[in-house]
Structures are given as C-alpha cells and as structure tokens.
C-alpha cells in the first residue's frame, strides 16, 4: 500500500503509525506544505493521510498552500471516493472541504481529556474494539463547530462535540491525537503557537508536568493506536476486494 502524508510542521507527522506502516511493508510518501512541497498526483496512492499544524484552516492569507490542500482533499474524498484519515488540522481541513464549519474556540483543549462513543462510532469499523467512554490526548484551539453535511458524528465530549466524524463510506476525522510518541510532548513544547495554547489551557505549573503525565498513558495510547491502525487496515482492504 503507498500512503500519501500532508504535513504542515515537520515535529507533527504521524507518529506511532509510521512504525505500524513500516512493519506492514507499505510506502510512506510525506509532502512537507509549510516547505513548499507541491501535493502530488493522486495516481498510485491507496490512502490519504493529512496531519496537524499550528495553523488554522481560515488562514489562506497567510499560507496559501491550504487553497490547494483543500481542494486536493475535496478532490480525493468526494470525487474519487477513497479512503482519507485527517488529524487535529487535518480532520478541521475535511470538515471544511466538505462544507464544514470551523471556528475558534473559547479556550484550547489541551492534555488528557475523555471521549464518549456516539451510536454511530459504537458501530463503525473504524472503532471497533473501544469501549464507549476513552481517554484521549489533546493540542488545540479551533473546533468542527458544523460537520459537513452527510457527516455522521462519531465522538464527542463537552469541550469540543464533534471529536470524530465519518463522510462517505471511509474519510475519517479525529479531532485529538491517537499518533503520540515517547518524543510527541516534548517536540510540540517548543512551537511557540503549542507552547501557548498549552499554558493557556493548562497553567504554567501543570503545563511544564504534561510531559511526566503523559509518559505512564503511551502504552495505552500506542495499543489504542495500533487498534486504529487494524480497523483502518480491515476498511482499505475490503475497500480493494469492492473495487477490484
């Protein structure tokens, strides 16, 4: 399988998932947007993956490779009909190629937070296996605030209600983080966008322990991104068997 990866920051790839992609022998290509990268044909890629950034998607202005980007995500979802993972910003940018609405919120989520299923998530593939109510790690500021239309909510909480969605048989978006490594808090710490929301949300005490905190919860957080990566392994492959 090749798997074609947007980035908008080089520390914010996607984590534990490399490692999964590389034991299953597939090919990652990662196109570096903040870099000047161009976004490649859609020829030969089996899924697309786009992760976070300390931008929001409303910032065109200032980073006008998002134009593109979402349309090369309109393109691949709605017209080819393929499967897509979007994190943080990446799950924000589907939403709104789709038609969605994002929008800042009052105050950034950040650190360990807890999610509850919705009816739609307790039956969809991509998160079979979990239990109703999962703790979950989290780094942002801007929210879903009107998923796209045709869109099923697949988790929520009260901060932030649309946590995950799925639209169409298999573009999925996760608000919070499932991709985090031994290096993830530590790497984030020093971009000073992150840095902010972090004290912002958190205090400049408990802010400088996240890293401490979170180090006891990376092998539930690697198990329970492992089990992602299954499930959206299962979808892609019936999603060959359909197509071929």
């Known amino acids: 399988m090749r798997i074609l990866v947007l980035q908008h920051i080089t520390v ?22 903040d870099a000047g990268d161009s976004i490649p044909s859609a020829v030969g890629f089996d899924l697309l993956v786009v992760m976070g950034g300390p931008m929001d998607v409303w910032q065109e202005d200032v980073h006008q490779w998002l134009i593109p980007e979402k349309a090369a995500i309109r393109h691949w979802v709605k017209d080819l009909g393929r499967p897509f993972l979007g994190i943080c910003l990446g799950h924000q940018l589907l939403a709104e190629a789709l038609g969605g609405r994002v929008t800042p919120m009052a105050r950034p989520e950040v650190g360990l937070a807890e999610i509850e299923l919705r009816p739609a998530g307790q039956s969809d593939p991509i998160l079979a296996g979990f239990a109703s109510r999962i703790e ?50 530590s790497d984030w710490e020093k971009v ?20 401490s905190v ?3 919860k990376l092998p539930a957080f690697r198990a329970a991104a492992k089990r992602i990566n299954e499930n959206l392994s299962a979808i892609l492959a019936s999603t060959h068997a359909a197509s071929g």
Do not use: M
Request: hydrophobic share 40%; glycine share 8%.
């Open 136 to 185: 979950i790690f989290q780094w942002h500021g801007a929210e879903v605030s009107r998923p796209p239309e045709g869109s099923e909510i697949l988790a929520t909480n009260t901060a932030c209600p649309v946590q995950a969605f799925r639209w169409g048989r298999h573009a999925y978006g996760f608000q919070y983080h499932c991709e985090l490594t031994s290096t993830t808090v």
């Open 12 to 33: 914010e790839h996607p984590g534990v998932f490399r490692e999964f992609w590389a034991e299953s022998g597939h090919e990652t290509v990662a196109v570096e947007l």
């Open 192 to 211: 000073p966008e992150y840095k902010a929301s972090l004290v912002q949300a958190l205090g400049a005490e408990e802010a400088e322990r996240l890293a």
């Open 214 to 216: 979170i180090t006891p």
